[in-house]
């Protein structure tokens, strides 16, 4: 089992570029969240999907992010006209469904997002 | 406020001694799990608790849903064990990281 997969590994765009970073998760897992990683505001989370279906995008800006789960082997985190305060490590984890809505979650290596 | 608050927020150990971090939780909380963040950035499955206790090696977790809090225990530090170590809970499927603890094992 390869384990969570985030491509690409490191991205850098110039302000005003689209970036699109995509997750693979671990085959088998229905449910896929995405994180946002930064010094100052440490681990925010973003979405949620469970099997491809958006449950929860209350951690998502209003403006230029988007996600989507097309199948299930794979979501993708779209950013419009990247600023600067878009750079961090965005983080995709995946996991089974549990009881009562508890998820033990799997995280890919990360995709560092530069914007210059 | 912050839903899970981490503690300390940074801890030097010597080799071989032992420590406790802990996360208390402002409600109530269905699962919780630890993870250790190596200096490359990968998030490492620790622990994954429902109330109660789970052991593995050097480390042991307790959570206690009544009391709102987890910890985590540390015995004979290793150098390996330097990291940032997060909680992180659930509460009904949205999982609230805490904002983490820089654990530093010195030589």
């Known amino acids: 089992n390869a384990g969570v997969i985030q491509t690409p590994r490191h991205k850098v765009t110039g302000k005003g570029q689209e970036a699109t970073l995509w997750c693979e998760p671990i085959?088998?897992?229905?449910?896929v969240f995405w994180y946002r990683q930064t010094i100052v505001q440490g681990l925010e989370f973003l979405t949620y999907?469970?099997?491809?279906?958006?449950?929860?995008d209350s951690g998502m800006p209003k403006e230029r992010f988007s996600a989507q789960m097309p199948n299930q082997s794979h979501s993708t985190l779209k950013i419009q006209s990247t600023q600067p305060q878009d750079s961090a490590v965005y983080l995709c984890?995946?996991?089974?469904?549990?009881?009562?809505?508890?998820?033990?979650?799997?995280f890919g290596p990360g995709t560092r997002l530069t914007v210059l | 406020g912050d839903k899970v608050k981490q503690s300390p927020s940074a801890l030097s150990l010597q080799e071989g001694t032992n420590s406790a971090l802990r996360c208390n939780f402002s409600?109530?909380?269905?699962?919780v799990q630890w993870f250790l963040q190596n200096p490359r950035g990968s998030l490492m499955n620790l622990f994954y608790?429902?109330?109660g206790t789970k052991e593995n090696g050097r480390l042991k977790s307790a959570f206690d849903s009544k009391e709102s809090y987890s910890t985590l225990h540390i015995r004979d530090a290793q150098l390996e064990d330097s990291g940032t170590y997060f909680c992180?809970?659930?509460?009904?499927?949205?999982?609230?990281f805490g904002k983490g603890t820089h654990l530093h094992v010195l030589p």
């Open positions: 984890a995946s996991s089974s469904p549990g009881t009562g809505g508890a998820y033990e979650q799997y």
């Open positions: 085959s088998g897992h229905s449910a």
């Open positions: 999907f469970r099997n491809q279906a958006p449950i929860d």
């Open positions: 409600i109530a909380a269905t699962t």
């Open positions: 608790l429902v109330p």
């Open positions: 992180a809970a659930d509460f009904a499927y949205k999982v609230i």
